[in-house]
């Protein structure tokens, strides 16, 4: 059967699948079912038809799941804001879904069968002392034709006008921008820890975070966790994975302001070695820093160029890595590290890998490379950074074969 845009099919939903949908199929068609939970019975309305499978909005729900809430926010559900995927699961039911997620991508792309629990981080606190929903520390309205800010559909460029977004965190929920309009095409507003929220005007603008027993400085445009407790909790994740020791060398590729350079550096010591690569100018500068104290060398350099020169040029020796290193953590963006520095980083003599993950398709297909190469998982934590949404954080220890 073809079915077309706005097409209304009656389906059981299956199992979740990755990007923030659950799987259904109606005489021989895979759709991809968002606002649904694993077992319902829904009708699901057409979004979007490809070649072999349907994107679809669970539009009514016949026989509902007793993971299903109200949603709590009014401007989530289909045709609506496409900042949440999961308002209508429960918390025990969105942490379930997550971890079925990242337990499925690593039996499809590395064959792992790896038991997952996804942990949840503390709440935030509101302004009432109570547990806040709020935890994006940074947040992006997009503004309308009519200058109204708001937040995008699912997959779309369309700007829903919102008066409030639950998962803002407080500070940036009580700053005057949704109440107006603006000639901008979009308002950027963040949370740091140190200051109140505040609308980014100049990204160069600088804040301050702390973690790791450290002072963090970077500019209000560049890239820190958004979840206020991220930070931290990856960072005591990845020193537990390591157990870096005095004296050891380590690699933190994609390094950033510095977070887990600073971390590990405190624990390999003055003996020890520690290399930070980083390709983004704010990053770099940040990096340098906030790590000018510690024993760290700053190369401000892509991780491939780092890792894996063009052919037949040496390159900067200044921007090259060399191996044989102790321990490497990487925290690549969302693409993943891929094929050619997976490669090097199995070479360089590494006697462990923390691997932190933002997106666990990519994690997965990374993780069959190593395996490739002899390398194993040895755990893999999950964790709950982003509430509501369907992304989920992961922290994966991988060991060469003679471990
Ligand atoms: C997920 S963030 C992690 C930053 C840092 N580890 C932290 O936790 O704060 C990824 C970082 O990698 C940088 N980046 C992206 N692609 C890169 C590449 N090919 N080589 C080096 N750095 C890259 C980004 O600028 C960003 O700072």
């Given at each position: 059967?073809?079915?077309?845009?706005?097409?209304?099919?009656?389906?059981?939903?299956?199992?979740?699948?990755?990007?923030?949908?659950?799987?259904?199929?109606?005489?021989?068609?895979?759709?991809?079912v968002?606002?649904?939970?694993?077992?319902?019975?829904?009708?699901?309305?057409?979004?979007?038809?490809?070649?072999?499978?349907?994107?679809?909005?669970?539009?009514?729900?016949?026989?509902?799941?007793?993971?299903?809430?109200p949603?709590?926010c009014?401007?989530s559900?289909?045709?609506?804001?496409?900042?949440?995927?999961?308002?209508?699961?429960?918390?025990?039911?969105?942490?379930?879904?997550?971890?079925?997620?990242?337990?499925?991508?690593l039996?499809?792309?590395?064959?792992?069968?790896?038991?997952?629990?996804?942990?949840?981080?503390?709440?935030?606190?509101?302004?009432d002392?109570?547990?806040?929903?709020?935890?994006?520390?940074?947040?992006?309205?997009?503004?309308?034709?009519?200058?109204?800010?708001?937040?995008?559909k699912?997959?779309s460029?369309?700007?829903?006008?919102?008066?409030?977004?639950?998962i803002?965190?407080?500070?940036?929920?009580?700053?005057?921008?949704?109440?107006?309009?603006?000639?901008?095409?979009?308002?950027?507003?963040?949370?740091?820890?140190?200051e109140?929220?505040?609308?980014?005007?100049?990204?160069a603008?600088?804040?301050?975070e702390?973690?790791?027993?450290h002072?963090?400085?970077?500019?209000?445009?560049?890239?820190w966790?958004?979840?206020?407790?991220?930070?931290?909790?990856?960072?005591?994740?990845?020193?537990?994975?390591?157990?870096?020791?005095?004296?050891?060398?380590?690699?933190?590729?994609?390094?950033?302001a510095?977070?887990?350079?600073?971390?590990?550096?405190?624990?390999?010591?003055?003996?020890?070695?520690?290399?930070?690569?980083?390709?983004?100018?704010?990053?770099?500068?940040?990096?340098?820093?906030?790590?000018a104290?510690?024993?760290?060398?700053?190369?401000?350099?892509?991780?491939?160029?780092?890792?894996?020169?063009?052919?037949?040029?040496a390159?900067?020796?200044?921007?090259?890595?060399?191996?044989?290193?102790?321990?490497?953590?990487?925290?690549?963006?969302?693409?993943?590290?891929?094929?050619?520095?997976?490669?090097?980083?199995?070479?360089?003599?590494?006697?462990?890998?923390?691997?932190?993950a933002?997106?666990?398709?990519?994690?997965?297909?990374?993780?069959?490379?190593?395996?490739?190469?002899?390398?194993?998982?040895?755990?893999?934590?999950?964790?709950?950074?982003?509430?509501?949404?369907?992304?989920?954080?992961?922290?994966?220890?991988?060991?060469?074969?003679?471990s």
């Amino acid at each position: 059967m073809t079915l077309l845009e706005l097409d209304r099919v009656e389906v059981t939903v299956g199992a979740p699948a990755h990007g923030g949908h659950c799987v259904a199929r109606h005489e021989g068609m895979v759709l991809f079912v968002r606002h649904a939970l694993p077992g319902e019975r829904v009708i699901a309305e057409v979004t979007e038809v490809h070649r072999g499978y349907v994107r679809a909005d669970a539009v009514e729900i016949i026989e509902a799941s007793p993971d299903r809430v109200p949603a709590p926010c009014p401007w989530s559900g289909p045709n609506a804001c496409g900042g949440c995927d999961l308002q209508h699961a429960s918390t025990s039911a969105q942490l379930e879904w997550k971890a079925s997620v990242v337990r499925e991508l690593l039996a499809r792309f590395a064959q792992v069968d790896q038991a997952v629990r996804v942990e949840q981080l503390p709440s935030t606190v509101g302004a009432d002392g109570q547990p806040d929903a709020g935890w994006r520390t940074r947040v992006r309205y997009t503004v309308d034709a009519e200058g109204r800010p708001g937040l995008r559909k699912h997959r779309s460029h369309e700007v829903v006008p919102i008066e409030r977004c639950m998962i803002a965190y407080p500070g940036i929920r009580s700053l005057p921008v949704l109440n107006r309009t603006w000639s901008a095409d979009a308002v950027e507003t963040v949370a740091p820890s140190t200051e109140p929220a505040f609308v980014v005007t100049d990204p160069a603008r600088p804040i301050v975070e702390h973690a790791a027993g450290h002072e963090f400085t970077l500019s209000a445009g560049g890239f820190w966790q958004v979840h206020p407790y991220a930070a931290q909790t990856l960072a005591d994740a990845v020193i537990e994975q390591l157990a870096p020791k005095a004296g050891e060398t380590v690699w933190d590729l994609y390094g950033g302001a510095g977070l887990f350079a600073a971390a590990v550096a405190d624990h390999v010591g003055v003996t020890g070695q520690v290399a930070l690569v980083e390709s983004a100018p704010d990053g770099v500068a940040a990096a340098r820093q906030n790590l000018a104290k510690l024993p760290v060398r700053i190369v401000e350099s892509t991780v491939e160029r780092a890792l894996v020169p063009p052919r037949g040029r040496a390159g900067r020796s200044s921007a090259r890595l060399r191996g044989p290193v102790d321990l490497v953590v990487l925290d690549p963006p969302r693409t993943g590290a891929g094929k050619q520095v997976v490669t090097a980083i199995a070479a360089s003599g590494a006697r462990a890998v923390s691997y932190v993950a933002c997106d666990p398709a990519a994690l997965a297909r990374d993780v069959a490379t190593f395996q490739g190469l002899g390398w194993h998982l040895a755990q893999l934590r999950a964790f709950d950074c982003f509430p509501f949404t369907h992304h989920v954080e992961c922290v994966a220890l991988l060991l060469p074969a003679r471990s």
